[in-house]
């Protein structure tokens, strides 16, 4: 895998159309700066195996992996799915009881 490094330059004329060059097109214009942090990144996932010994070497690679397994990233469960959550389940139980006093009361069975 091949790594770039871009820059944010809107106005320079080989810009993509969110602004950003390819540092190997501005040549001499420039400069390394020290200490820069990349924007965006998949270096992390080079390399990488699952348990089972399978390539998730990119993040397609991992969600489809983790698909196929059932598995999921607690980022994926915010405080609002877990609200949601609580209230169905608050409300399911509700809903059986309901369901339970109406077979006792009107039918006369447990």
């Known amino acids: 895998m091949s790594r770039i490094v871009l820059v944010y330059r809107p106005k320079h004329p080989r810009a ?36 089972d010994g399978t ?9 489809a992996w983790m ?4 598995y999921a990233d607690t980022s994926d469960y915010s405080d609002s799915w877990r609200e949601k959550r609580a209230r169905s389940a608050e409300l399911a139980e509700t809903k059986a009881l309901r369901e339970t006093v109406a077979r006792i009361v009107y039918r006369g069975k447990p």
């Open 16 to 51: 993509n159309e969110r602004g950003f060059v390819d540092v190997r097109d501005l040549g001499d214009d420039f400069e390394e700066t020290p200490g820069r942090v990349p924007v965006v990144t998949d270096r992390h996932y080079e390399g990488i195996r699952a348990t």
């Open 55 to 63: 390539d998730i070497g990119s993040r397609k690679k991992r969600r």
């Open 67 to 70: 698909k196929r397994h059932g």
